[in-house]
């Protein structure tokens, strides 16, 4: 078996090296362009679990590795003068010179050949390589293998809009810090760690206006280093900066669909790149070393596409986790201004859980003190802000009250819209919903919200979809809503939209959103625009008209009424998931060429006219909330500039709280999911009109729920689907967290609740303990 290499960097030469030691007669070459003792860029970092691995893949490299590293376990965010430090985090830096010496000598150990000084013209790589049984594509970020075969491998390759450059210094120190300062021309980062005895790596960062403004030229490499000597100085404590191809750059997002081609696989940051503020590009490229290497060991000689399969197989879902975890912290970096007016400790928190994948309860074990910092300054803003004294009682964010208007919610916790398909023909409640909501609402959430209900037969989405348009649609939910008001804690909103051309559709357990299998029952629709849903399948809705838009109004306005008089503390316009109000706003389905089509502002106003109408009807003191998709996951469709704009011109109609999801526009939609995977979008919202926004998408667990609101993403926080197999989601939240003064406990369900506390507390003493036992530090060389 011969593999050639085409790549010396750490994951092409970790590749080799693994291969070889498994297969000692296979014939492993390595090409690298650069000398061997030729790098670029200063150091590289791993946390612990990737030592693990490494460890276990190959000891003598990992004790030469070992007797390098510069080992910390703190990391330091400093802002306007403080600086706010979270232990346990466990990482170690080492120099990227000296991890290609270590795995350069290792390979030779174990036999692998290794050219140094050849470059490979990728257009004769199969005349080049002919007797090679596999060649692995692993030449960098700018592979020109790649490039070359892009139309099998299928990159992307996407520049992001910050500036960064890479630079060294001889400052020491013994933690990963962040330095924020500010600048005339907007805010800039350093992301600092030691690297070797003597050396530690600075990455600057910063918005292409700031980096316009400070007149940096992207090859001037010593104008680059007086001026950010300059600027932070006194973070270089009299060290100078060392230079190395230290020229500003843009980071390009590389992914290739495909992994593999005849006898080419792609490796690297050739196949995909990590953003630098999770260091994981190398981190990357060698996990996906080991994949390969354990792929081509198992299969590569009985059949190599096989081979490049499990590879694909085994390493797609993980880089992709690392990719989307990367692009979260890079796109907060991409807008770090927008965190610049928060307390220190908020910022701090910020920062370490600016990709998601670090919660509140991550760092109740790594730094008690740490969270006990950012809880002390959430309780200073809510006394200041409310008056709510909380400095004793020392709730969680998540069990903090919360006002809007005349409504104060208990706790923060609410359930999102469910539609349960589940009323008669008719719109009638049936016993369903009686259950359903009341059981839930005893689950001690501060604020349940009715699916989207319908103010009119034809608004339905399906014929199993609820009302509010007669007397007994009213006296059903006001019988809802009393019960809810008399037994739980609980504030109740009622959701009101209309379907438009996703109306007359199937139940959501049959072919969802295909039109009713019946013919005859379905009913004619309308929309912005004559486009339906499904070509060819669903009905071609009619472009509404000014006398349809009169009725619709109309419609919703009674529906505003009857909520009032059923005692709903809050009313919600459903304005998203391409429903009538939605297919308004979005371009994908707003096609008009009228006064209501076109602009922003002509698109928004028939949503206007509704909302405008509602509020009228509304009680002065009852607030209400408008439901926005924050981006259609769709080329041409809604950009964040018109969320923050349509935001704002419902805050200016009298909205006090925006409700963001997303999607749902269009059939054709290519979502991006991922934990808490719209959370950004409140928080653009929030952080850039200042309304109150409730986050909603993949939020599964408490410390979720404290993380968002920890970090201003939200300031409400919705679940569905985890309320459906758990109403009681709250209170085992309280239980966790020992929120002993959560008032939502029905006194029914008292005993239980002196029960759940009590095995919540040993439960939580059992956890803390093993993750201590697994705390990071075991790696130190020290």
């Known amino acids: 078996m011969r593999i050639s290499i085409v790549g010396g960097g750490p994951g092409g030469l970790y590749t080799a090296l693994l291969t070889k030691k498994a297969k000692p007669d296979w014939d492993i070459d390595v090409y690298e362009q650069n000398q061997a003792d030729d790098t670029f860029g200063f150091g590289v970092v791993f946390s612990d679990d990737t030592l693990d691995e490494f460890l276990n893949r190959d000891k003598p490299l990992f004790e030469l590795m070992r007797d390098q590293f510069a080992y910390w376990q703190d990391v330091a965010v400093h802002f306007k003068g403080h600086e706010m430090r979270a232990g346990g985090n466990g990482f170690c830096g080492m120099s990227r010179h000296t991890l290609l010496r270590l795995l350069q000598q290792r390979c030779a150990d174990v036999g692998v050949r290794m050219h140094f000084g050849v470059t490979i013209d990728p257009a004769n790589l199969k005349t080049r390589f002919a007797d090679s049984d596999v060649i692995v594509a692993g030449d960098g970020i700018n592979s020109a293998i790649r490039e070359y075969h892009k139309d099998a491998f299928q990159p992307s390759n996407k520049l992001r809009s910050n500036r960064f450059c890479w630079m060294g210094s001889t400052r020491p120190m013994g933690e990963f810090n962040y330095f924020f300062t500010e600048t005339n021309h907007g805010p800039v980062v350093a992301h600092c760690y030691q690297y070797d005895k003597d050396h530690s790596t600075w990455v600057f960062e910063m918005s292409e206006d700031t980096w316009a403004g400070l007149e940096f030229r992207e090859t001037d490499e010593e104008d680059s280093r007086a001026k950010l000597e300059e600027i932070f100085s006194s973070e270089l404590q009299g060290h100078s900066l060392l230079l190395n191809r230290s020229n500003w750059r843009q980071f390009p997002r590389v992914f290739c669909e495909n992994w593999y081609t005849d006898n080419i696989v792609i490796l690297g940051d050739a196949k995909a790149s990590a953003h630098f503020s999770i260091g994981s590009g190398t981190k990357l490229a060698m996990e996906c070393a080991i994949a390969l290497s354990d792929a081509l060991v198992e299969q590569g000689e009985t ?51 600016r990709a998601k994948s670090i919660t509140y309860d991550n760092l109740i074990v790594r730094d008690p003190e740490f969270v006990r910092k950012v809880d002390d300054e959430w309780y200073d803003r809510l006394l200041a802000q409310t008056g709510e004294d909380l400095r004793k009682s020392r709730p969680t964010p998540m069990f903090s009250q919360f006002s809007l208007r005349g409504m104060t919610l208990a706790n923060r916790v609410v359930m999102s819209p469910m539609a349960q398909y589940s009323a008669d023909s008719d719109g009638n409640l049936t016993d369903w919903h009686k259950i359903h909501y009341c059981s839930h609402a005893t689950g001690g959430m501060g604020l349940i919200f009715t699916e989207m209900t319908c103010p009119a037969a034809d608004a339905r989405i399906t014929q199993g979809c609820p009302g509010m348009w007669t007397d007994t649609h009213e006296a059903q939910w006001k019988d809802i809503v009393d019960f809810i008001h008399t037994h739980t804690g609980a504030k109740v909103a009622m959701q009101l939209g209309h379907a438009g051309r996703k109306g007359s559709t199937q139940l959501g357990w049959e072919k969802m959103d295909h039109p009713i299998a019946e013919t005859a029952h379905n009913w004619p629709l309308v929309s912005a625009s004559a486009q339906p849903w499904f070509e060819g399948e669903s009905a071609v809705p009619a472009p509404l008209d000014r006398a349809g838009m009169d009725r619709i109004k109309a419609e919703f306005v009674q529906g505003t009424v009857r909520a009032a008089r059923a005692g709903f503390d809050l009313l919600e316009l459903h304005c998203a998931h391409g429903y009538l109000l939605a297919s308004f706003l979005s371009p994908l389905t707003n096609l008009r060429n ?17 909302f405008d109408a509602m509020r009228a009807e509304w009680p002065d003191d009852r607030p209400m909330s408008v439901r926005l998709s924050g981006t259609d996951w ?43 995977f719209q959370a950004h979008l409140a928080e653009a919202v929030r952080n850039l009109t200042g309304m109150a926004t409730m986050a909603v998408g993949a939020i599964t667990e408490a410390a979720q729920v404290n993380t968002i609101l920890h970090t201003r993403r939200a300031d409400l926080v ?65």
């Open 303 to 353: 059949d190599v596409q096989a081979a490049f399969q499990a590879y694909d197989t085994a390493r797609r879902t993980p880089c992709q986790i690392t990719q989307h975890n990367a692009d979260v912290s890079l796109a907060w970096f991409e807008h770090m201004d927008r965190s610049w007016d928060m307390d220190p400790y908020q910022f701090a928190m910020v920062v370490m859980c």
């Open 594 to 610: 009228d006064e209501y089509g076109g602009s922003v502002e002509n698109r928004l106003r028939f949503p206007l006219e509704v």
């Open 634 to 676: 769709k080329d041409g469709g809604l950009i964040e500039e018109d969320l923050v704009a349509i935001a704002r011109a419902f805050e200016s109609a009298g909205c006090d709280l925006i409700d963001v999801s997303a999607g749902q526009t269009v059939a054709d939609q290519e979502p991006v999911y991922g934990r808490m």
């Open 718 to 782: 919705a679940l569905g689907r985890p309320h459906m197999w758990n109403p009681y989601f709250t209170h085992q939240a309280a239980a966790w967290y020992g929120a002993r003064n959560e008032p939502m406990w029905p006194k029914q369900y008292v005993s239980g609740a002196v029960q759940a506390f009590r095995e919540a507390e040993k439960s939580r003493e059992r956890m803390i303990e093993l993750q201590r036992k697994a705390a990071p530090g075991r790696h130190s060389n020290s």
